[in-house]
């Protein structure tokens, strides 16, 4: 899956998620593009397409203002607010909503999209509506900044004269992080990206089978952390850590845990 097709699955999923914890009929959004403009990519409750590819300039309507100050914006009567500029009257009046909101998607202090909830009755949003949103909006964050590290340490990986050291410590990092996400789709998609700094041409041969916390363990291992500092990355106990990679010991045939690191190598588990 590309990163584009990564990004648009990441929206519409919050999407989802803010119309069921808000109980908002209508919800859209989209990222950031070049020039400080947002692109409503993803709709999801709407009767039309109006819309659809709307480009959101920083500044203007709800979404810009939003874009502009780094924070959640609300109207209840969006068309006839006077605390927002009205460049977008058109295509909100033709899809019928009234009360909207609008939360940013911000990444390392920098707006990276927005997302919006909507009425087609012009009545309040409270502060719950509002929290839900925001929430909504911080699961695009966390799906994005882990996109954004494996990107960043993929590409150092695999910048010119980068050495194998600099992959395998790349490699540990994207395992042990791995865990940590809660979404399944997301955590794959980080895996592929680790699966693409092993030893090129290099598959794991059926005969040796080992368990993803058991290369966790090794990927540590491999770039030259201890059972404590290997545990504090994993977020498990040094002793699960020991047995994880006694485990793994055993299954390579391997005596010390440089045998296990050389075997796993020679096997495809790391690069």
Not at 99 to 125: D, I
Not at 186 to 213: D, F, I, N, Q
Not at 237 to 244: G, I, L, Q
Request: charged share 25%.
């Amino acid at each position: 899956m590309t990163s584009d097709a990564s990004d648009a699955v990441d929206i519409r999923n919050a999407l989802l998620r803010l119309r069921r914890a808000t109980g908002l009929p209508v919800a859209f959004g989209g990222l950031m593009e070049a020039g400080q403009q947002v692109r409503i990519s993803e709709l999801s409750g709407t009767a039309t397409h109006a819309l659809r590819s709307l480009v959101v300039t920083s500044g203007n309507g709800l979404g810009g203002k939003t874009v502009a100050l780094s924070r959640p914006c609300v109207v209840t009567d969006y068309s006839a607010s006077r605390r927002i500029s009205h460049e977008y009257d058109a295509p909100v009046a033709l899809e019928g909503l009234r009360s909207v909101l609008a939360v940013p998607v911000v990444v390392r202090h920098r707006v990276r999209g927005v997302l919006y909830g909507a009425l087609r009755t012009a009545r309040p949003l409270g502060g719950r509506t509002l929290d839900a949103a925001v929430e909504a909006a911080r699961d695009v964050e966390r799906a994005l900044v882990v996109r954004d590290e494996a990107r960043t340490l993929a590409a150092e990986a695999g910048a010119a004269g980068a050495g194998w050291e600099q992959v395998r410590e790349a490699h540990a990092a994207l395992r042990a992080l791995a865990p940590k996400i809660a979404d399944e789709r997301l955590r794959a998609e980080l895996l592929g990206a680790c699966a693409l700094l092993t030893a090129p041409g290099s598959t794991p041969p059926t005969r040796v089978r080992l368990a993803p916390r058991e290369v966790d363990v090794l990927a540590c291992v491999a770039a030259g952390a201890t059972n404590a500092v290997a545990a504090e990355r994993l977020g498990v106990t040094p002793e699960t850590v020991k047995a994880y990679l006694r485990s793994a010991m055993r299954k390579l045939r391997a005596r010390t845990r440089g045998e296990a690191v050389v075997a796993a190598r020679r096997a495809g588990w790391l690069p």
